[in-house]
């Protein structure tokens, strides 16, 4: 079963935190109310988001409306995020990097910032149809795919249920699910379930696990490297999504059928989903190469978003 961090926590934490839990900081990027079908986002001219994103647009996919931006112009590249997150949540220095050769697309999942719900339960293949529901409705036939954390669960569904849609698969800090993936240690699950403290005292734990240590002593304005959140989700959202992860059996058996090519990318210092994962889902792919980054935790495209940008694209232009 992949573990799960206790429901609302880390996002609350984070807002909190990086809110004004740390040092001075960026002035945060403005934001509209959730936007409809074509109406723009307020944004500054800061170099919090490359130029390009200044919509947010919805699709109707399914029973739901997607919010999503686009930015960039070449060969499809769609992101899909991890729990709890939105697409702002997407380091501005790796989508600057990616949208200078791709069309880079990035949207909120089911139930989460902008993006609507319904009453289906939610499950890894469900988000995965959402994503393949948004290439149709953007008259996208084909595309490159990276998911991060629980994104790249859902990554590994999309390519599975809807080979023909995907080109090349990057499968970033992800896991095989089910029996055979390699668990998390329970000092570092007793540190995502502790609740104890204060919002900045649960903040620095949290942070603690998103990037090593060594890094964390070196880089102490979190507003310097880490987004700050301008989109919320209903609460009731979070778990949810926890669910539908607790319930994914994996896809162990069935990733020898993966022919897409594939990166699998983990950071050696990543404790949430331990490095290890990486090579068993490499391991099964056909067609696939592990990159393990020095010093890199769960959040490791914020750590060094220009060598990510540069691996990334590096593997989608060979």
Known sequence: MRLFLTPVILILVLLLLLAGCTAPGPVPLNSSAPASSGSPVTVTNSPAIPPGIVQTRTARVDDINIAYKETGQGTPLLLITGYGATMDLWPPGVLANLSSNHRVIIFDNRGMGNTTASNKTFSIPLFADDAAGLLDALNTSKADILGWSMGADVAQELVLRHPGKVNRLILYAGSPGGNESVPTSPAVIEKLTNTSGSAREQGVRLFSLLFPASWLRAHHDSRAYFPIPTETSPPESYVRQADAMASWNGTFSRLPDIRSPTLVLTGTEDVISVPAN????????????????PGGGHGMMYQFPEEFGRVVTFFLDS
Not at 286 to 292: A, D, E, G, Y
Request: hydrophobic share 60%.
């Open 278 to 293: 990486a090579f068993v889902i490499g391991g099964r792919i056909p067609v696939s190469w592990v990159i393990q980054v």
